[in-house]
């Protein structure tokens, strides 16, 4: 019998993975991620119900998995583009916009991402808050440049960081919550950056 190279079992796996991954957001999509099973996700991958278990304790560790594996990459896209712009406020600006687009339009991750991630269990959360964490990191060092430039304004403990955060968060809320979320997608931005400014801005004060 010939000799399985370990190589090939691998590729297997990753290919196995993939098509879970595929599975999961096209399902969730579709049918939205409480109505779907760990069967139907196998089901759609092509494998066995017990062979899900190989690779992901639940459906929420596929979750979690999927975010770990996805987000990086979108996150430092972002924070990529941001990077172009002239000055902090710009960046900013660029980055809290990039932020509001990838929440309140894209279908799969980011509507899972805010509508889902408070069900879910506290260790998976906590993993998904890892996979978020060099963005967190992004906007707080560009509030805190914006402080030490004298262009925003400095506020106590992490008010200043929470405050970007939860605006953005708010923005994208009510853009989920309209018919056609991209249609609205600048008229929401003018007003999340009215927010933002109007309360960070030092001219403003």
């Known amino acids: 019998m010939p000799r399985i190279r370990a190589d090939r079992i691998e590729e297997h796996k990753r290919l196995v993975r993939?098509?879970?991954?595929?599975?999961?957001q096209q399902l969730f999509l579709t049918y939205g991620y409480e109505a779907v099973s760990q069967a139907d996700l196998a089901a759609s991958a092509g494998i066995a119900?017990?062979?899900f278990y190989e690779y992901f304790s639940s459906k929420e560790d596929l979750l979690a998995s999927l975010v770990e594996e996805e987000l990086p990459a979108v996150f430092a896209d972002m924070v990529e583009a941001s990077h172009a712009r002239e000055n902090v406020v710009e960046r900013l600006s660029e980055l809290a916009r990039r932020m509001l687009e990838f929440v309140g339009t894209d279908h799969v991750l980011g509507l899972l991402l805010h509508r889902e991630v408070p069900?879910?269990?506290?260790?998976?959360?906590?993993?998904?808050?890892?996979?978020h964490s060099d963005l967190g990191g992004e906007f707080e060092r560009l509030y805190s440049a914006g402080v030490e430039q004298g262009v925003l304004k400095e506020l106590p403990g992490r008010l200043g960081t929470t405050f970007?955060?939860?605006v953005i968060?708010?923005?994208?809320k009510a853009l989920i919550a309209m018919p056609e979320p991209k249609e609205h997608l600048d008229a929401m931005t003018g007003a999340m950056f009215d927010l933002l400014f109007g309360g960070l801005s030092v001219?403003?004060?």
Do not use: C
């Not at 993939?18 to 999961?24: H, I, N, S, V």
């Not at 069900?119 to 959360?125: A, E, M, R, Y």
């Open 203 to 205: 001219a403003d004060s």
């Open 49 to 51: 119900r017990t062979t």
């Open 119 to 131: 069900k879910l269990p506290s260790d998976v959360q906590l993993r998904i808050a890892a996979a």
């Open 169 to 172: 968060m708010a923005a994208a």
């Open 18 to 24: 993939k098509g879970l991954y595929e599975a999961a």
């Open 164 to 166: 970007i955060h939860d």
